[in-house]
């Protein structure tokens, strides 16, 4: 069935450093892929998404590239901010179904 | 922010009784869906709906029962709760009809069973 894998936690980063948080998925077809992130104490909320091999989603200096040919979907911010940290999740969501399938979910924690 | 709502936020409970969790959304969404969210897990969906008095299984939905009698509310039920079943329960709202097939998320029903 659809999976999501997305690399363990913790990650603790110093302010302005570039941050990549790695995910893979197997899916039949072509599935649509975001990113939610959760900051503490609250519910998930849209990070970014694609919904094709090529796309680029993009939102708040985050970038994710849909890559069929590597099955990934990283999340990558050029310059993190303390304000960043949280809790991101990768998932997928096939072209059969509209349930969402997600990773584990990988915690962030940027420094001053 | 989309117009979703759960209660109660916080729940304590005994082992055996029942438990019901309320979402209501007032975006007139068709999808609705419960997912919990525990360590280790990511989130992981329970039961979901596409339209009123529609609903289907999740992965893990044994122990769980949904119902949906009005499109805004969706209500999901733990006929009788075990301590397997402390998690924090979270409700979504999506439209893939109006070109909305992002899920919004709800702030969480944090459960704990005793």
């Known amino acids: 069935g659809d999976s999501v894998t997305q690399m363990e936690g913790p990650v603790t980063l110093s302010e302005e450093a570039f941050l990549t948080i790695n995910c893979t998925y197997t899916?039949?077809?072509?599935?649509?892929l975001f990113w939610y992130v959760q900051y503490p104490g609250e519910g998930l909320q849209l990070l970014l998404k694609?919904?094709?091999?090529?796309d680029k989603g993009s939102n708040k200096g985050f970038e994710a590239t849909y890559r069929k040919e590597t099955t990934s979907f990283h999340l990558e911010k050029g310059s993190v901010q303390v304000s960043d940290s949280a809790v991101y999740f990768c998932?997928?969501?096939?072209?059969?179904?509209?349930?969402?399938?997600f990773g584990k979910g990988t915690s962030l924690l940027v420094t001053p | 922010d989309a117009g979703i709502t759960q209660s109660p936020r916080h729940k304590v409970t005994e082992t055996g009784t029942p438990v019901t969790l309320r979402c209501h959304q007032t975006?007139?969404?068709?999808?609705m869906y419960w997912y919990r969210q525990d360590p280790g897990h990511g989130l992981r969906l329970i039961h979901y709906?596409?339209?009123?008095?529609?609903?289907d299984k999740g992965e893990v939905s044994d122990g769980y029962s949904v119902s949906r009698s009005k499109t805004e509310d969706f209500l999901l039920t733990l006929e009788s709760a075990t301590s397997s079943q402390t998690s924090v329960y979270f409700c979504?709202?999506?439209?893939?009809?109006?070109?909305?097939?992002?899920?919004?998320f709800g702030p969480g029903t944090r459960l704990t069973v005793l």
């Open positions: 979504a709202i999506s439209d893939p009809g109006q070109g909305a097939d992002t899920q919004y």
């Open positions: 975006e007139n969404h068709r999808y």
């Open positions: 709906s596409y339209g009123v008095k529609d609903t």
């Open positions: 899916a039949t077809g072509y599935p649509s």
């Open positions: 694609a919904t094709k091999a090529d």
């Open positions: 998932a997928l969501q096939s072209n059969s179904g509209y349930a969402l399938n």
